[in-house]
């Protein structure tokens, strides 16, 4: 760490035993900063991170980051010391918001109330630009009661289910809030979620999740939010189309009327196939790109807390048992995905005649079974390459999961025992499928994917199996299909964020291709929000 003017630090790498007092943790970072010539008087410590290494089974421990907030800034440098590769800058998640001066002749609209649309508009509303932000889908609470009736009965609605309405595809989720990419914006998302309700524990875990319970509260607050700020907020209002005016502003057409805009950020998510149709057709550069495909696994929750764990399974400061499981040596790559502890299947099906499914969990994660998904990559070669090529990949393995689940949305289902060839039988067992409270039928897994996918699942089974012991047992059930793990394509856009030889049409979030799960999302959604705030001067100082 170069030497400089710091407000804080953080001391990283800290290994204690589950048991021990997170005040230990302060004061081995207070020695260690004292060690590397900082005066730890005057210095506010608090746990940054903490994380679980259950690497060794017989000595779990947890791994914390301490912050170290001076209480002004100092200049430091320093010492040679076996702590100083522990210690580094601590970064204020500070946005940084810079309003352009042009007037607008007409609101900013987001399409999408997805996670990039929500902290677009949020972000927006609350620096004065009253956005309107549209959903083809419901509210939260009329979203959930049709996503019960649709549990419940099979009675699907194409626009308002798990994958389309306020919130997005993530609200029924676990609400994982862990993401790959390293940006500064991700403490600002966090403590985004805490201001409208999500737990203060997301901002220390090192794994955040939020839970499906939560989350639909934190959204509906989020949109009265962006209403209390002169934003509108308008459901069950789907674009079907859209242009540039001479005047450089945008026509939507949409199920509730022409909305003119005077910028797009268009989040649609991974799912709105007929959306991506209407801006192929009105000539926006979409192009197919690599996504998975596969099935859900369950197994019994304290199964696999205990393979994870061990005797400290149940710990209450490990929490529920989490794997993340991959194997890339065949060259195409399998791996677990979006694993839900103590969670349930959902049928996260929007298009009629399909089957599919995806997880979510509750705050607690208290359910019996754990489940995630087991997927493996597609590329273009295995399609035509085109966009609408890889959407008709997916859709033709929906169907077929559709008609071998009983065609009446009841998901096909097979024990790893039956799918393995271990057993002639495909009998459930100990572990309950969750799926609609049980709806699935028995089938061979064979009908109903590739025949690549299936190969690449088996040998993935038995290398996840290898890794955490019981993973392949006979009774673990596999209930398909999984299809929207990402989004099948990719709308190009510039340096700018604005697609491609269109004018102030942002393509944003997952649905665009530049993200993947809520956190990245909602990051996407504030870049691209920050540069139409950019060019634009507030309606409302
Ligand atoms: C069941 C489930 C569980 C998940 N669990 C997690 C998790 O735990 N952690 C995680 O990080 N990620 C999770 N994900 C993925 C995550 O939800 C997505 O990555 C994220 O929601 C993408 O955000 P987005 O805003 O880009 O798009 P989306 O959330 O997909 O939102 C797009 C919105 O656009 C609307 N829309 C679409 N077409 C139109 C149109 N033509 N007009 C108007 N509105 C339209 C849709 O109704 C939808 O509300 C999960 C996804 C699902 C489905």
Redesign the pocket.
């Known amino acids: 760490m170069a030497d400089g003017k710091y407000s804080g630090f953080l001391v990283s790498g800290i290994s204690l035993p589950p048991d021990a007092n997170e005040q230990e943790a302060c004061d081995i970072a207070a020695s260690d900063l004292k060690r590397a010539g900082v005066d730890p008087a005057r210095i506010r410590f608090s746990i940054y991170k903490r994380s679980v290494d259950a690497r060794k089974r017989n000595d779990i421990r947890l791994v914390y980051s301490v912050a170290a907030k001076l209480d002004s800034p100092r200049s430091v440098s320093l010492a040679e010391s076996r702590a100083k590769h522990r210690i580094s800058p601590l970064v204020d998640g500070e946005l940084k918001v810079v309003c352009g001066s042009r007037p607008m002749s007409a609101p900013p609209v987001v399409?999408?109330?997805?996670?990039?649309?929500?902290f677009g508009a949020l972000l927006l509303a609350e620096n004065g630009y009253a956005p309107i932000i549209?959903?083809?889908?419901d509210n939260v609470t009329d979203r959930s009661a049709a996503y019960e009736r649709f549990k419940k009965f099979g009675l699907l609605d194409v626009?308002s289910n798990?994958?389309?309405?306020?919130?997005?595809?993530?609200t029924?989720?676990?609400?994982?809030?862990?993401?790959r990419i390293n940006d500064e914006k991700i403490g600002y998302v966090l403590q985004r979620f805490c201001d409208f309700g999500a737990p203060e524990e997301i901002l220390v875990a090192a794994k955040p999740?939020v839970g499906t319970d939560l989350l639909l509260g934190i959204v509906d607050k989020m949109l009265s939010r962006i209403e209390e700020l002169g934003g509108k907020v308008m459901y069950r209002?789907?674009?079907?189309g859209i242009r540039e005016l001479a005047d450089g502003n945008i026509a939507l057409e949409?199920t509730s009327g022409e909305i003119v805009a005077s910028s797009v950020l268009m989040?649609?998510?991974?799912?709105?196939r007929?959306?991506y149709k209407m801006l192929l057709e009105n000539g926006f550069m979409i192009e197919a790109k690599s996504f998975s495909v596969g099935v859900r696994v369950e197994h019994l929750r304290e199964d696999i807390d205990r393979a994870l764990y061990g005797d400290m399974a149940g710990h209450e400061k490990l929490g529920k048992g989490e794997y993340h499981l991959s194997d890339t040596s065949s060259g195409r790559g399998v791996y677990t995905f979006?694993m839900?502890p103590g969670g349930e299947v959902?049928a996260?099906a929007s298009e009629e005649g399909g089957v599919v499914v995806?997880?979510?969990s509750y705050n607690a994660r208290d359910g019996i079974n754990s489940n995630s998904a087991v997927a493996v990559s597609v590329f273009k070669n295995d399609y035509d390459g085109t966009p609408m090529g890889a959407i008709n990949f997916q859709r033709s393995i929906e169907k077929a999961a559709f008609e071998a689940g009983g065609a009446d949305y009841s998901a096909p289902m097979q024990t790893v025992a039956s799918f393995l060839g271990r057993s002639d039988k495909n009998e459930i067992g100990r572990i309950m499928p969750t799926y609609r409270d049980g709806k699935v039928g028995l089938c061979a897994l064979d009908t109903v994917l590739p025949a690549f996918i299936c190969d690449e699942l088996r040998r993935g089974l038995l290398s996840f199996d290898r890794k955490l012991s019981g993973f392949a047992c006979d009774d673990a059930i596999l209930t398909g299909v999984e299809t929207?793990t990402s989004a099948p394509v990719r709308i190009l856009r510039t340096d700018e964020l604005r697609a491609l030889g269109k004018g102030r049409i942002y393509p944003?979030?997952?649905?665009a291709g530049y993200?993947?799960?809520?956190?990245s999302?909602a990051i996407?959604?504030l870049r691209v929000a920050l540069k139409i705030m950019e060019e634009f001067a507030p309606e409302r100082p």
């Open positions: 399409v999408g109330m997805g996670p990039a649309g929500l549209i959903d083809r889908g626009d798990i994958q389309f309405g306020a919130g997005g595809a993530g029924f989720s676990d609400g994982k809030l862990l993401t999740h209002t789907r674009m079907d949409t989040a649609v998510g991974h799912s709105a007929d959306t979006c839900c959902v996260a995806n997880g979510m929207r944003c979030g997952e649905g993200a993947g799960g809520i956190t999302a996407d959604g």
